[in-house]
């Protein structure tokens, strides 16, 4: 079935490191997108990136589509960047978004 | 983008009651979501809802738990009924994102507790 795959499940980071997260999807996709969910439980909308790179600052992602997986840059990471970060594709077919079960980012100073 | 938001932000209730969630959305909307997150877990769909017709529901959720109402193209509400302790989780409400194809926006969720 569709699946959406998350590595690593956890990261600790000391601040001003940098990291990459991925995201492995197991078909076709019309969409994909990053989000990065606070400790306060809100979901805060990264990027829109069903295929290329997009930067915004200290975050940067890259989906290769044909080879089915993105990828998540963080560099320079600060506290702020805390939190669980969650892939969520739309496959092609009208399917639901499906979320990964996320990375859980912890940045220590 | 879509600004959206949620009441209440969070609530603790007692077994076997009902909450209502509302969500309201800035911009008309053709299509709102619903979401469960579980503690330590992901992202579920509980439910799409479209003005005008009966919401349609994710495998394992069941319009008598989860009854939702779509007035018009701006809001909607979700209620939990006959709550237990399992029910304890965030709410999300979502929307497509009008105007930028297949992005979905996400609102400030409800965190329920159910003693």
């Known amino acids: 079935g569709i699946q959406v795959e998350q590595s690593p499940p956890d990261l600790i980071l000391q601040e001003g490191a940098n990291s990459t997260l991925r995201c492995n999807f197991s078909?076709?996709?019309?969409?994909l997108q990053w989000f990065h969910q606070n400790p306060w439980g809100q979901l805060i909308n990264l990027f829109y990136i069903p295929s290329g790179t997009k930067q915004n600052g200290r975050l940067s992602a890259t989906t290769v589509a044909t080879e089915r997986y993105s990828l998540l840059y963080i560099s320079s990471s600060q506290t702020t960047d805390s939190g669980v970060y969650f892939c969520?594709?739309?496959?092609?077919?009208?399917?639901?978004?499906?979320f990964g079960k996320g990375t859980r980012l912890s940045v220590i100073a | 983008s879509a600004v959206i938001s949620q009441k209440p932000s969070r609530d603790i209730c007692q077994r076997g009651t009902s909450l209502t969630i509302q969500c309201q959305v800035d911009?008309?909307?053709?299509?709102m979501f619903w979401y469960r997150q579980q503690p330590g877990q992901s992202l579920t769909l509980i439910a799409t809802?479209?003005?005008?017709?009966?919401?349609?529901?994710e495998s394992g959720f069941v319009i008598d738990k989860f009854p939702i109402s779509r007035p018009n193209l701006t809001f909607s509400t979700l209620t939990v009924s006959n709550m237990s302790p399992e029910d304890s989780s965030i709410y999300l409400c979502s929307v497509d994102g009008a105007g930028v194809a297949d992005t979905q926006y996400f609102g400030p969720g409800t965190r329920l507790t159910v003693l």
């Open positions: 809802a479209n003005q005008g017709s009966e919401a349609t529901y």
């Open positions: 078909d076709s996709v019309n969409n």
């Open positions: 969520a594709v739309l496959f092609s077919g009208n399917t639901p978004l499906v």
């Open positions: 911009s008309q909307v053709t299509m």
